[in-house]
């Protein structure tokens, strides 16, 4: 089946992952209220889509995106009720339903410019790479405004509780190395090596069942709502809802590896896939 074209989106393929461009270079990629609608389309299509087994979420030209956009979504929908509520409601299902609650595993590839609302689409996937020259800033104070959306959120959540009272109170700005030292980020890469590592990063990850990797993925973003005894039940049960729907029968698989062939180890990476 043909890819969908967008106006604000772009998508690209290589060997099973699929790239999901912002694509408003001209406007440094700002999240406008076509780019939301667009964005949770596009999620809804990919995730059942059988070519994505990874998708990396990532900016045409020099931006990841520049935050919300304050002409399109902010000032022009001021006065424009429905439409505001059409663009709140496709922000909330692009950032936290669709994208935070993906079936296949998210990178964000960071390749430059990240301020305000694009901390939300960032935290929001799974694992994160940037490029060393990549710029981030929680811009919102600067503009009069909180850090709304998600953002507060995903930050006091994806950040120290230091580093994010920092950032969203000073508005400063930091670059990608600074970015993987406080643990935005997973890694910071040269721009040049941004791609070639975000690829690498992938490969591994689909050595991998898809299955084993969405119930790991849906247990650590549900297990930081509940408590002790609630997250405990809860993994028994994803546990066996796993072991039901694998279609590798991979935990039959790597034990039988393990203890009877005396083949697989953990120190030698991903557990053989067999068929
Ligand atoms: N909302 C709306 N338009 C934006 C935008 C945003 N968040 N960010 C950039 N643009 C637009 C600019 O208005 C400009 O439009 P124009 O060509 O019609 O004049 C175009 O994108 C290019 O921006 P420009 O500032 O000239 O590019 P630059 O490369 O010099 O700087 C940034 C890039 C990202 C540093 C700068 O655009 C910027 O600071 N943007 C605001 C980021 C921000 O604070 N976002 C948080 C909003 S809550």
Known sequence: MADREYRTLKVEREDGVTFLYFNRPEKRNAMNPTLLAEMVDALDWLETDPDTQILVLTGAGDAFTAGMDLKEYFRELDDQPEA?????WN?????????????????????????GGGFSPLVSCDLAIAAEEAQFGLSEVNWGIIPGGFVSKDVVHALSYRHAFWYALTGETFDGKRAAEIGLVNLAVPRAELRARTLEVARHLMQISPMVLRATKEALRVVPQLGWDEAFDYLMAKQAWLRANDPERSRDRGIRQFIDEKKYRPGLGPQPREG
């Open 84 to 88: 505001r509520l059409k663009a709140l």
């Open 91 to 115: 922000l909330r299902m692009f950032h936290h339903t669709r994208l935070a609650g993906f079936a296949k595993v998210t990178i964000a590839m960071v390749n430059g410019w990240c301020f």
